[in-house]
T-cell receptor
Framework: GAVVSQHPSRVICKSGTSVKIECRSL??????MFWYRQFPKQSLMLMAT?????????EQGVEKDKFLINHASLTLSTLTVTSAHPEDSSFYIC???????????FGNGTRLTVT | KNQVEQSPQSLIILEGKNCTLQ??????????LRWYKQDTGRGPVSLTI?????NTKSNGRYTATLDADTKQSSLHITASQLSDSASYIC????????????FGKGTKLSVIP
């Protein structure tokens, strides 16, 4: 079945540094990928829609200059959290669809802790 | 505004027992409804998908129902196992093949021995 790989699974960084999270579709091409953030005991909150070869579409309230998204190929999207702050600590998850009517396939998430 | 409400927020049951999780939605136009299982620290995994014309769909010990008139869905888990402990998320899609998804906050299920 369709697999989405996310890396790293956990990352701890110091405040002010930047962190890059990768999301790869391993056995299918994904022209569109999605990035979510999930706080404890909360549901997934869509941050942005990543489109291959074009600019990402950000949800209201999400700072595009802080959360940089690059979707350079049909199998890879990256999310870079720039100048991270402790309040950026969260669980970040990506997802992708393998076809028009397929379910979303989620990565296993990245636990970001900013100290 | 599209909304998905899930209940209960959390649930504790004994191993071997059955349980039912609820999902009420106000999403228009309705396309489909999916139930996902999310283990702690992992990404969600799709369990079932329900379209407008489907009333019931099973996946092993999981049975989902949909009442499109009342805009309600339920997920019934039979003979629960410890591995069923997870969050169950109801996700409703608006429009055919749409990427416009509305997520419920999930029900956290704990199965205890």
């Amino acid at each position: 079945g369709a697999v989405v790989s996310q890396h790293p699974s956990r990352v701890i960084c110091k405040s002010g540094t930047s962190v890059k999270i990768e999301c790869r579709s391993l056995d299918f091409q994904a022209t569109t990928m999605f990035w979510y953030r999930q706080f404890p005991k909360q549901s997934l909150m869509l941050m942005a829609t990543s489109n291959e070869g074009s600019k990402a579409t950000y949800e209201q309230g999400v700072e595009k200059d802080k959360f940089l998204i690059n979707h350079a190929s049909l199998t890879l999207s990256t999310l870079t959290v720039t100048s991270a702050h402790p309040e950026d600590s969260s669980f970040y998850i990506c997802s992708a669809k393998s076809s028009y009517n397929s379910p979303l396939h989620f990565g296993n998430g990245t636990r970001l802790t900013v100290t | 505004k599209n909304q998905v409400e899930q209940s209960p927020q959390s649930l504790i049951i004994l191993e071997g027992k059955n349980c039912t999780l609820q999902c009420n939605y106000t999403v228009s136009p309705f396309s489909n409804l999916r139930w996902y299982k999310q283990d702690t620290g992992r990404g969600p995994v799709s369990l079932t998908i329900m379209t407008f014309s489907e009333n019931t769909k099973s996946n092993g010990r999981y049975t989902a129902t949909l009442d499109a008139d009342t805009k309600q869905s339920s997920l019934h888990i039979t003979a629960s196992q410890l591995s069923d402990s997870a969050s169950y998320i109801c996700v409703v899609s608006a429009g055919a093949g749409s990427y416009q998804l509305t997520f419920g906050k999930g029900t956290k299920l704990s199965v205890i021995p």
